[in-house]
């Protein structure tokens, strides 16, 4: 009887080791499905993120305040190379879209002077479940998506490459454009109070600015000679226009003094030297300069701060923003004429792209 006992209990050990094996296969296997199939869902979602930050970060690199940077935006992202499920498929159906405040957000860039931001989804792509679906109540798939913004941030400071000009705002209530619009051609630098003809003419003053404020504003002598900022040296302006050195840093909301002197041969003669460090030193147009544009930098495309007039008699006065001008492709050399550059836009294109501004390109929320 005893033996008989102890081979029953034999069994039933044997039979509860094979059920403990098969629940801990089981369980095992589900393990091992859920780490293959969520490291598989992880690295599909790390693909479709990548995916969506590189493209953001193309296209907002191609913006440029006109209709064509915003085509050539579109077009960084339809031509990224980027892949998923293990780089092997293409994303399709992605959405671009164009926004000036990260608030409204539209698929053609209706405003491209003014749009800053672009944002790229990856819509929701099908990641099979190879192993977790064999334990009952797990999905076949799992969606993954992803979604990207990007923009170009207005900077606040700047160390180097600012121009020594500052253009006067036209709207201090208007804190994007400073009253300005995209082509206005603005006053880098006031002529002489008293031209050749005794008097300064509207002929003598930039296009946006011939009006009969700033006509009496030259002619009394709050603007006249005036442009230069911070520098007063024929020497420091041209490392500053020619090679954008400076030895002072302009910064938001910063008290700068507007120093006089007429320098203007100087002045001429480096502004000129900058036009011809371009491969594209004679085009006229903005337009026609950024699409015939060749390899290397942009020099006719340079950052100035802008101010508001002078607030008391010395020629104080503080920095509202900083801009992005095209300089001409040549200036007057009469010292009673002003020297002049076509308004783009606030400064908020990156480094290489636009000019020699500070690199603000950059994911946001």
């Not at 010395?314 to 001008?325: E, L, P, Q, R, T």
Request: proline share 4%.
């Amino acid at each position: 009887m005893m033996a008989h006992s102890r081979s029953s209990d034999r069994v039933k050990e044997n039979g509860f080791v094979l059920v403990a094996m098969g629940v801990s296969v089981v369980v095992l296997l589900g393990m091992l499905g859920l780490v293959m199939d969520l490291g598989r869902t992880f690295i599909a979602k790390n693909e479709a993120q990548a995916f969506t930050d590189a493209a953001a970060l193309a296209a907002v690199s191609k913006l440029n305040g006109t209709t064509a940077g915003v085509t050539a935006a579109q077009a960084a992202v339809t031509n990224s190379t980027n892949k998923w499920n293990f780089t092997t498929q293409s994303f399709t159906d992605v959405t671009t879209e164009f926004s000036v405040d990260k608030v409204t957000w539209t698929n053609a860039g209706s405003s491209p002077v003014t749009v800053k931001y672009v944002r790229v989804t990856a819509p929701s792509n099908s990641v099979s479940m190879s192993l977790i679906r064999v334990v009952p109540g797990t999905s076949a798939s799992i969606n993954v998506a992803a979604r990207s913004v990007a923009g170009a941030e207005l900077p606040t400071s700047f160390g180097q490459g600012v121009f020594p000009f500052a253009p006067i705002a036209h709207d201090l209530t208007d804190t994007t454009n400073w009253g300005y619009s995209f082509g206005d051609e603005l006053t880098l630098l006031w002529p002489s109070s008293v031209g050749s003809n005794g008097n300064v003419k509207m002929s003598n003053l930039c296009q946006s600015d011939r009006n009969q404020a700033a006509l009496d504003a030259v002619q009394a002598g709050t603007t006249s000679d005036r442009g230069y900022i911070q520098d007063t040296s024929a020497s420091s302006l041209a490392a500053a226009i020619e090679d954008d050195h400076m030895d002072y840093t302009v910064t938001l909301n910063q008290s700068v003094t507007r120093s006089g002197g007429v320098k203007t041969n100087d002045v001429y003669g480096s502004l000129q030297a900058r036009v011809d460090q371009d491969s594209s030193p004679n085009t006229t147009d903005y337009g026609g300069y950024m699409s015939g544009h060749g390899p290397g930098p942009l020099r006719r495309v340079v950052i100035v701060p802008i101010i508001n007039a002078a607030v008391d008699g010395v020629g104080h006065s503080v920095v509202k923003g900083f801009a992005y001008v095209f300089l001409p492709h040549s200036q007057p050399h009469n010292p009673n004429d002003a020297k002049c550059a076509i308004y783009i836009g606030p400064a908020t294109v990156p480094e290489g792209n636009l000019g020699n501004g500070s690199n603000s390109l950059r994911l946001v929320q």
